[in-house]
C-alpha cells in the first residue's frame, strides 16, 4: 500500500513535467518509424513482430535512463529528498515505489505501441503468442533498464549526468556479449559476458522460448540494482 | 504526585521531555560538526535553537528527523529513540526544512493528500486533516494552484500545513521564515506563535529578533557545542559584570566621554540625542553592574551635568554571537 502510493505519485508527476510526454510519445513513435520505414517487415512480406521486438534493447538504451534520470537527481537537486526521507516510509518502499512509479510509465508506453501489432495484424494474419511474449519480455528488459537508470539517479544531483551515465552502462550490458565473441577473450570470461547482456537473454524470449533462466537474469539484475540504490541512500545518512 | 493547583508549567515538567538528546556528534569525513551536544525539550515549550551559520543546528535537526544519522550519542523523540526506531519517530515529527522544499509541480491540494496518506492517515482522515491544515495556515486561496505558482509565502504556509498534517507532538521549523518579506515574516510569527500554544516546537534561526518573539527557551550552539541553553532573558542577562548602559546627558559629548572614563565604562557608542536640544550628549556604555550603574549617576551629578537617561539594556543575542565570534578570532 505504501508502495502503491509512492508509485502513484512518480506515475503522475511525469506527466507535471514534459520528460514524460517526450518519452510516451517517443518510444512508441521510434518502435513503429524503425519497423516499419527502415526496418525489412515489408521486404520479409511475413506478419511478423520479430524486428520490432529486436530494436527494443536499443531503444531502452535511451528512453529507460529518461524516464528514470530525475526519480533521485531531481530529489536530491530541489531538496525534496529530505522531504520523502523525513516521512515515515521505509527505504525499501521509497526505492519500490520509485521503481514501479517508472515502469508503470514505461507499460503505458508500451501500451501506446501497441498500434504496431494492430497494424501487422491488420495486414496480415499475425500470430499473437510470440507478441505476448515479446511484450513480455520487453517489460522484464524495461524493468532491469530502469532500475540501472535508478540507481544512476540516486548517485548524482544532476540529471543530465543520470541520464549519460544511465544510457553508457545500459548500452555496455547491450555490447558485452560482442566483446565475448573476440578471439582473444579467453572462454570464462566470455561465458561471463554473454551471460551479462541484455540482448542474449532478450533475444532468446522473443524467439518465443520463455526460459525460466531468462527470466531470473531479468529479475536479479533488477534487484541486484534497486538494492544497490537503498545502499546509495542509506550511506547517504551516514555521509 | 503533583499538587492539586499545580500549574501548567509544572505539569509540562513532570512529563517526560518530548525530546532527550545525549553526547550527539556528528562528522562529514573529517569535519566534526557536531561535538558532543545535550539538550531537552519539554511539553509544550518552544525552544529556539540558535547559532551562527556553521554552528550545527541544521545537523542536529536532521539527526533529530532520522535524516542523517548520529556519528554517537543519543536522541529520543517521545521515548524512542531515533536510531532504533526511526520510522515511529518521523510519526511524531511535522517538520519544515531548511529551504523549504517542495514539489512545484504538483497542486497544493494533491501535495498535502500525498502528504497526509504518507503519514498512515486514510479515507475521509485524509481530507479533515487536509482542510484543517489549510485552515490553521489560510491556504484556501491557492488550495488548487501548482505549489511553483504560489508566491514565497504561500510555499512557506504549504510547507508548515504538511507539517501539521498528522497532529505531530512536535513540530520542527528550521529557518521558517527564511526569503519572506517583512509582511510575511509577520504573518508566519504569528501564526508560530498560535501553534506554540499546542504544541512541543524547535525552531531554528540566525535572525536573532525572530528567537526573541517566538521561544521561551534557548539552546546556544557555537562550533558543534552547546554554549548556552535557558531561557532567553537567562541568556542575555547571565553576563552580569558588564552590562550595557544608555546614557543621556546635559553637557558636550567630550564631557559625557570624561564620565565615562571617570566612572571607568566603557564607551561603545555616540548615540543620537534622544531628546530635542542643542546641549545634549548620549552614548552606549559597558558598565560592571549596579555599582557601575550607580558611579555614572555619582560622577555626573558630581560635574553638574543633569542626567537625562540611565537605562540599563538588555543584551541582544547579536552581542552573544559578537562575542562568539571575537573569541574564535583570539
Same mark, same amino acid.
Given at each position: 500500500m505504501r508502495v502503491w502510493l509512492l508509485a502513484k505519485r512518480e506515475f503522475f508527476a511525469t506527466f507535471d513535467a514534459p520528460t514524460g510526454y517526450v518519452v510516451l510519445a517517443l518510444f512508441p513513435a521510434l518502435a513503429a518509424t524503425l519497423f516499419f520505414l527502415t526496418g525489412p517487415f515489408f521486404a520479409l512480406n511475413e506478419a511478423s513482430l520479430r524486428p520490432f521486438f529486436a530494436t527494443m534493447p536499443w531503444l531502452l538504451v535511451l528512453l529507460a535512463p529518461a524516464i528514470t534520470m530525475s526519480l533521485w537527481a531531481e530529489e536530491k537537486r530541489s531538496g525534496t529528498e529530505e522531504l520523502l526521507l523525513t516521512y515515515p516510509f521505509h527505504l525499501r518502499q521509497l526505492v519500490l515505489g520509485k521503481f514501479f512509479g517508472a515502469w508503470a510509465i514505461l507499460a503505458l508506453a508500451l501500451v501506446f505501441s501497441l498500434a504496431v501489432p494492430f497494424t501487422v495484424d491488420a495486414l496480415g494474419d499475425l500470430d499473437w503468442g510470440p507478441v505476448g511474449g515479446g511484450y513480455l519480455s520487453v517489460l522484464l528488459l524495461g524493468g532491469a533498464s530502469l532500475a540501472v537508470g535508478l540507481f544512476l539517479s540516486s548517485c548524482t544531483d544532476n540529471q543530465i549526468v543520470a541520464w549519460l551515465l544511465g544510457a553508457t552502462v545500459l548500452l555496455a550490458f547491450n555490447l558485452v556479449g560482442l566483446a565475448a565473441? $573476440? $578471439?582473444?577473450?579467453p572462454p570464462t570470461l566470455g561465458q561471463l559476458f554473454l551471460a551479462l547482456d541484455f540482448g542474449n537473454h532478450f533475444q532468446a524470449m522473443t524467439r518465443g522460448v520463455i526460459d525460466i533462466g531468462n527470466i531470473m537474469f531479468y529479475l536479479g539484475v533488477t534487484a541486484f540494482f534497486l538494492v544497490a540504490n537503498g545502499v546509495v541512500l542509506e550511506r547517504r545518512r551516514w555521509s | 504526585m503533583l499538587p492539586k493547583h499545580a500549574g501548567v508549567a509544572e505539569v509540562a515538567a513532570a512529563q517526560p521531555p518530548v525530546v532527550r538528546v545525549a553526547g550527539l556528534k556528528k562528522s562529514y569525513g573529517k569535519v566534526e560538526a557536531l561535538r558532543g551536544i545535550d539538550f531537552e525539550v519539554n511539553q509544550g515549550s518552544v525552544l529556539g535553537f540558535l547559532g551562527p551559520n556553521g554552528a550545527g543546528k541544521t545537523t542536529a535537526i536532521k539527526i533529530l528527523t532520522g535524516y542523517l544519522a548520529a556519528s554517537a550519542g543519543r536522541v529520543e523523540v517521545c521515548g524512542v529513540d531515533v536510531a532504533e526506531e526511526p520510522l515511529e519517530v518521523k510519526r511524531h515529527i511535522g517538520y519544515l526544512a531548511e529551504n523549504n522544499p517542495?514539489?512545484?509541480?504538483?497542486?497544493v491540494a494533491d501535495f498535502l493528500h500525498f502528504a497526509a496518506r504518507a503519514f498512515f492517515l486514510t479515507g475521509r482522515q485524509v481530507q479533515q486533516v487536509v482542510d484543517r491544515a489549510v485552515c490553521c495556515t489560510g491556504l484556501e486561496e491557492v488550495y488548487r494552484r501548482p505549489i511553483g505558482h504560489c508566491s514565497k509565502g504561500f510555499r512557506q504556509r504549504v510547507g508548515l500545513a504538511q507539517a501539521l498534517l498528522h497532529d505531530p507532538q512536535l513540530l520542527i521549523l528550521d529557518e521558517p521564515t527564511n526569503g519572506l518579506d517583512p509582511l510575511q515574516v509577520v504573518e508566519m510569527r504569528a501564526l508560530i506563535r498560535e501553534l506554540g500554544r499546542q504544541k512541543t516546537i524547535i525552531i531554528t534561526s540566525h535572525v536573532l529578533p525572530e528567537i526573541e518573539a517566538l521561544a521561551d527557551r534557548v539552546v546556544l550552539l557555537h562550533e558543534g557545542r552547546k554554549v548556552a541553553d535557558g531561557p532567553l532573558g537567562g541568556i542575555l542577562g547571565q553576563d552580569l559584570a558588564h552590562c550595557l548602559v544608555r546614557v543621556c546627558l546635559r553637557c558636550k559629548p567630550e564631557q559625557l566621554r570624561t564620565v565615562a572614563e571617570e566612572a571607568n565604562a566603557v564607551w561603545l557608542e555616540e548615540r543620537p540625542q534622544p531628546f530635542a536640544g542643542d546641549d545634549l550628549a548620549a552614548a552606549t556604555l559597558e558598565v560592571a553592574g549596579a555599582d557601575g550603574l550607580s558611579r555614572i549617576a555619582t560622577v555626573a551629578a558630581q560635574a553638574g551635568y543633569p542626567l537625562l537617561e540611565l537605562a540599563p539594556q538588555t543584551r541582544s543575542l547579536e552581542y552573544l554571537f559578537q562575542n562568539l565570534k571575537q573569541g574564535e578570532e583570539k
Open positions: 565473441t $573476440a $578471439a582473444s577473450m | 517542495l514539489y512545484l509541480d504538483m497542486r
